[in-house]
């Protein structure tokens, strides 16, 4: 019984520590036809409602007609939210893929 009750506690746990993780990706033109990733940190204050920085992913790709964009709440984004957020501040990364 007590074996049962720790596995249902543990998938409740995990279940809750990655049910906000999502990933968005985003393909201009035929998406991306190599391997040069650039990454970068998209800030947010108040929960997320108001962005701290501006992340200009067409100058990333630097005129690129074909990149894919990736935004998401990564592992790092994750343990820095952590720390940041009694703050209000949240973070997710950008990655461009040309």
């Given at each position: 019984?007590?074996?049962?009750?720790?596995?249902?506690?543990?998938?409740?746990?995990?279940?809750?520590?990655?049910?906000?993780?999502?990933?968005?990706?985003?393909?201009?033109?035929?998406?991306?036809?190599?391997?040069?990733?650039?990454?970068?940190?998209?800030?947010?204050?108040?929960?997320?409602?108001?962005?701290?920085?501006?992340?200009?992913?067409?100058?990333?790709?630097?005129?690129?007609?074909?990149?894919?964009?990736?935004?998401?709440?990564?592992?790092?984004?994750?343990?820095?939210?952590?720390?940041?957020?009694?703050?209000?501040?949240?973070?997710?990364?950008?990655t461009v893929t040309k």
């Amino acid at each position: 019984m007590f074996r049962k009750a720790t596995s249902v506690i543990m998938v409740a746990v995990f279940a809750l520590l990655f049910i906000g993780c999502a990933t968005h990706i985003h393909k201009v033109g035929n998406g991306a036809q190599g391997f040069d990733k650039v990454e970068t940190r998209q800030w947010y204050i108040l929960w997320g409602l108001v962005p701290l920085n501006d992340v200009d992913t067409n100058e990333i790709a630097d005129g690129t007609a074909d990149y894919t964009i990736q935004t998401q709440t990564a592992p790092l984004d994750i343990i820095m939210n952590i720390f940041t957020g009694y703050i209000t501040v949240y973070s997710r990364t950008v990655t461009v893929t040309k």
